[in-house]
């Protein structure tokens, strides 16, 4: 199968094993933010494949692990009152709020519906138009066109009772943040997904200013193999830069229409992300001209006040800075069927990736 079985082939992913292990003398920490890569670094066994002085993180690259539990509090809220529909995807469900989740509220009797794209949300506010549908929208710069497409479509069609409730973010003050707060990075697994969108400005500064190599990769073992041996080769030899392994899908320039359309709709605003607080332009909320669709400006709702898990690290693990393992819920009282943390709920988390796939990281 073309671009399946070439990218998993174990000859090509042994030579490049052989490559990293023949250049590779300093201890490092590569760090990919990209829930994806997390899955399939772990799903592929990737760790196990790197000499010792090589180490992997795993940053805040899953849009539900880094969203705030106000975030679902809200949405919580939205969801009992009167004549509301929400529209999510699925893995928002079981997330824990303060005191409940949307699948609880469901049970209880709110009117909650799974959809696959906001698409589906759009029309499901057509067919309901004395009610107000309200689509859960997270994510980073990967689904946030497709939001922003969403509310240029109800706008164009006149739909008045749809309106997005927004948590996107945007990569780049995250990766900033960490290297701020000290976590020892030599060099980023930069974010297939969400480069196919960007291109490879918003990088520039990382390699710039901070002397870090993002090396933008594929979601297969041999991509993520040549990746971290591009990484490696740069940290040997002292010579960060942007690179592109994702070549495939990736170019310079990033996707000109979705960008467009991304910056018609939406404006940058503070944000908060789990474990690294509040931070600047880091989200993304609808202009002044869209606040028609804006749930957060048309509908006010009291929100309880947000209580955070005892005993859950998602915030030390989101940073790189504890493993997995290192938490005393893993495993015993946080796992995939019953989650205390938003990193185990998400098939994209961290916690649900060593759960899934083994603990090595």
């Given at each position: 199968?073309?671009?399946?079985?070439?990218?998993?082939?174990?000859?090509i992913?042994?030579?490049?094993?052989?490559?990293i292990?023949?250049?590779?003398?300093?201890?490092?920490?590569?760090?990919?933010?990209?829930?994806?890569?997390?899955?399939?670094?772990?799903k592929?066994?990737?760790?196990?494949?790197?000499?010792?002085?090589?180490?992997l993180?795993?940053?805040?690259?899953c849009?539900v692990?880094?969203?705030?539990?106000?975030?679902?509090?809200?949405?919580?809220?939205?969801?009992?009152?009167?004549?509301?529909?929400?529209?999510?995807?699925?893995?928002?469900?079981?997330?824990?709020?303060?005191?409940s989740?949307?699948?609880?509220?469901?049970?209880?009797?709110?009117?909650?519906?799974?959809?696959?794209?906001?698409?589906?949300?759009?029309?499901?506010?057509e067919?309901?138009?004395?009610?107000?549908?309200?689509?859960?929208?997270?994510?980073?710069?990967?689904?946030?066109?497709?939001?922003?497409?969403?509310?240029?479509?109800?706008?164009?069609?006149?739909v008045?009772?749809?309106?997005?409730?927004?948590?996107?973010?945007?990569?780049?003050?995250?990766?900033?943040?960490?290297?701020?707060?000290?976590?020892?990075?030599?060099?980023y697994?930069?974010?297939?997904h969400?480069?196919?969108?960007?291109?490879?400005?918003?990088?520039?500064?990382?390699?710039?200013?901070?002397?870090?190599?993002c090396?933008?990769?594929?979601?297969?073992?041999?991509?993520?193999?040549?990746?971290?041996?591009?990484?490696?080769?740069?940290?040997?030899?002292?010579?960060?830069?942007?690179?592109?392994?994702?070549?495939?899908?990736?170019?310079?320039?990033?996707?000109?229409?979705?960008?467009?359309?991304?910056?018609?709709?939406f404006?940058?605003?503070?944000?908060?992300?789990?474990?690294?607080?509040?931070?600047?332009?880091?989200?993304?909320?609808?202009?002044?001209?869209?606040?028609?669709?804006?749930?957060?400006?048309?509908?006010?709702?009291?929100?309880?006040?947000?209580?955070?898990?005892?005993?859950?690290?998602?915030?030390?693990?989101?940073?790189?800075?504890?493993?997995?393992?290192?938490?005393?819920?893993?495993?015993?009282d946080?796992?995939?069927?019953d989650?205390?943390?938003?990193?185990m709920?998400?098939?994209?988390?961290?916690?649900?990736?060593?759960?899934?796939?083994?603990?090595?990281?």
């Amino acid at each position: 199968m073309k671009y399946i079985d070439e990218y998993r082939d174990k000859e090509i992913v042994a030579t490049i094993v052989a490559g990293i292990r023949r250049i590779s003398r300093k201890e490092i920490a590569l760090m990919e933010v990209c829930g994806g890569h997390t899955m399939a670094i772990h799903k592929f066994g990737i760790p196990y494949l790197l000499p010792e002085n090589i180490k992997l993180l795993s940053g805040p690259g899953c849009p539900v692990c880094v969203s705030s539990r106000h975030y679902i509090d809200q949405a919580i809220a939205y969801s009992r009152l009167n004549n509301t529909i929400i529209t999510t995807f699925g893995d928002l469900m079981r997330v824990p709020g303060s005191t409940s989740s949307l699948e609880k509220e469901k049970a209880a009797g709110a009117e909650i519906i799974i959809v696959y794209s906001i698409l589906d949300a759009l029309q499901i506010a057509e067919r309901n138009s004395s009610k107000k549908v309200i689509f859960l929208a997270i994510g980073f710069e990967t689904t946030a066109p497709g939001s922003a497409a969403g509310v240029l479509n109800a706008a164009n069609r006149g739909v008045k009772n749809f309106l997005l409730f927004s948590s996107h973010k945007v990569m780049p003050p995250a990766m900033k943040a960490l290297i701020h707060e000290g976590v020892k990075i030599d060099g980023y697994i930069a974010p297939g997904h969400v480069s196919t969108i960007t291109g490879t400005d918003m990088y520039k500064e990382i390699t710039d200013k901070y002397g870090l190599g993002c090396v933008i990769s594929g979601f297969e073992p041999v991509d993520l193999l040549q990746s971290i041996y591009m990484l490696v080769k740069q940290a040997e030899t002292g010579r960060p830069a942007v690179e592109i392994q994702y070549r495939r899908a990736v170019r310079p320039e990033g996707n000109l229409k979705a960008k467009e359309i991304l910056n018609e709709v939406f404006t940058y605003r503070d944000d908060w992300w789990r474990g690294l607080g509040i931070l600047k332009d880091s989200g993304l909320a609808p202009k002044p001209r869209y606040r028609e669709w804006d749930a957060e400006q048309m509908i006010p709702v009291d929100v309880e006040e947000t209580r955070e898990e005892k005993g859950c690290i998602c915030g030390e693990i989101l940073k790189g800075l504890k493993s997995p393992g290192d938490c005393k819920l893993f495993g015993r009282d946080c796992t995939p069927s019953d989650p205390v943390g938003t990193c185990m709920v998400s098939n994209e988390g961290s916690c649900h990736a060593f759960y899934k796939y083994g603990r090595k990281g």
